[in-house]
């Protein structure tokens, strides 16, 4: 491990009443592919690609497109699709990647939401229009994964909730399709998308009327959301579409499919369990809610219990302990638990020298932070005093010697002077300022770590 010194804590690092250790709340999973595609899976051959801004496929679908946000995103390709008998006749039936959201929850903590950015193509909506059952002709050819000519005519986009047993409950799909609808049901200049229960073209069809259909006419990204809410004790998902960046929906459907809160879990996957659209581009995957837990450990130079100084410590010993987990692990640590109430505590170093800046062990409670970071704050005591001179310990000081070289001048007034400007602290959290050495020499013998801010004025004094 990496040993950093500190010859002299400044006097305002000393105003440590010290807070506990840092608890932040965001998404519990995000990814913007800016990096990779991590936390995406897929079926036999269906791809995910990382692709950059203006990333160009011949003309095929969003070329030349900027990515939703940062400077990538992500292609889904097209697997060899099959045929699914339906009631309606045969259709279409092409799975697609999925994630699961940083992992699957079974403990339902008061609600989440998930969202993934789709660009739609209106051109090529227009282009090409859907029908019931699909380009069945074209997606079951042997070549139909790689054919650019093959034009797939309708995506499905689910984000599924687990029951409380841990298994999968229920899906909760936008059903898109390429409009003008082919069977003339449905005008439309772009897109057709409806929400349903129903994953999969055999079980739901946009452009049915009492699906509640919604034309998206203009090409762009859209932000597809789901989210998943306690109403009077039963399950409300709220279905939204919104130009990506925008707070308002240009749809909306509330699906209250009756399910008990006391029965349910939380989130399973967010699956394109339909896809037929060869470079269908998606940015901004994330969920918030449920339960993922991070540790970390940072240098605090400035030891004022706070992760300011931009100095994080990897490799360092933590341990997380609550329900049936009892894991001690290197920071970075990252865990993804059950919401509930977990304790999280660092290691002591081995070296006498390094001071924890922050209580060493933390309650957390992610039922109210679905996902949680603790921060740990420690700081290395090295040499310090003038030119030469290297630090002293607590016990130099309180004894005949430290005393003798306090008073080598003759007076002990410039000493103590320089002390009392030093804003040290008793172990009630109240002003330290030596009149006497007797005074001094007592309360460095009396230092604990019950308030961090007392120990480490002993230690800066002795310095």
């Not at 989440?112 to 950015?117: E, G, H, I």
Request: hydrophobic share 35%; aromatic share 10%.
């Amino acid at each position: 491990m990496t040993t950093r010194a500190v010859s002299l804590l400044s006097a305002a690092a000393l105003l440590l009443a010290l807070a506990p250790a840092a608890l932040a709340a965001g998404p519990t999973y995000l990814q913007g592919f800016e990096t990779d595609t991590g936390g995406w899976f897929v079926y036999t051959d269906h791809t995910i690609t990382r692709q950059p801004d203006a990333y160009s496929n011949g003309g095929g679908y969003a070329d030349g497109i900027a990515s939703s946000a940062g400077t990538h995103h992500a292609r889904l390709g097209r697997g060899t699709c099959g045929i699914e008998p339906a009631g309606g006749g045969d259709t279409v039936y092409c799975e697609g990647p999925f994630t699961r959201w940083g992992g699957y929850n079974s403990v339902w903590q008061g609600g989440y939401t998930t969202q993934v950015d789709i660009y739609l193509d209106a051109d090529y909506a227009q282009e090409n229009p859907d029908s019931y059952g699909g380009n069945i002709a074209c997606l079951t050819a042997s070549n139909s994964s790689t054919d650019p000519d093959c034009h797939g005519t309708r995506f499905d986009f689910s984000s599924a909730i687990n029951s409380s047993a841990g298994v999968h409950l229920q899906d909760y799909a936008f059903n898109a399709g390429t409009g003008p609808d082919g069977n003339g049901n449905v005008p439309c200049t772009g897109w057709i998308i409806a929400a349903s229960t129903n994953a999969f073209r055999s079980g739901a069809n946009p452009y049915n009327p009492g699906m509640n259909p919604t034309c998206i006419p203009g090409s762009g990204w859209y932000t597809f959301r789901h989210t998943f809410k306690d109403v009077g004790g039963l399950l409300v998902v709220d279905m939204d579409i919104l130009p990506a960046g925008s707070s308002t929906p240009v749809a909306t459907w509330i699906i209250e499919p009756g399910h008990l809160i006391s029965k349910l879990g939380c989130n399973r996957y967010g699956w394109f369990a339909n896809q037929e659209i060869l470079d269908l581009a998606i940015d901004n995957a994330s969920m918030t809610g449920c339960g993922n837990l991070h540790v970390r450990k940072f240098y605090d130079a400035n030891a004022n219990g706070i992760d300011d100084d931009g100095q994080p410590m990897t490799g360092w010993e933590v341990s997380v302990a609550g329900g049936v987990v009892n894991t001690t692990g290197a920071t970075p640590l990252d865990l993804t638990v059950d919401p509930g109430s977990y304790t999280v505590s660092e290691s002591n170093a081995n070296q006498a020298n390094w001071l924890h800046t922050t209580p060493t062990s933390v309650p957390v409670n992610l039922a109210t932070g679905n996902d949680t970071t603790v921060s740990f704050g420690n700081v290395c005591l090295g040499a310090g005093g003038g030119a030469g001179a290297g630090g002293r310990t607590i016990g130099f000081w309180s004894n005949s010697n430290g005393q003798k070289l306090m008073n080598d001048g003759g007076s002990m007034v410039p000493e103590l002077a320089m002390l009392s400007a030093l804003n040290l602290r008793n172990a009630n959290g109240s002003h330290f300022n030596p009149a006497t050495y007797s005074a001094l020499k007592t309360w460095l013998q009396k230092a604990s770590s019950t308030n961090m801010a007392y120990m480490l004025s002993a230690q800066l004094a002795a310095m």
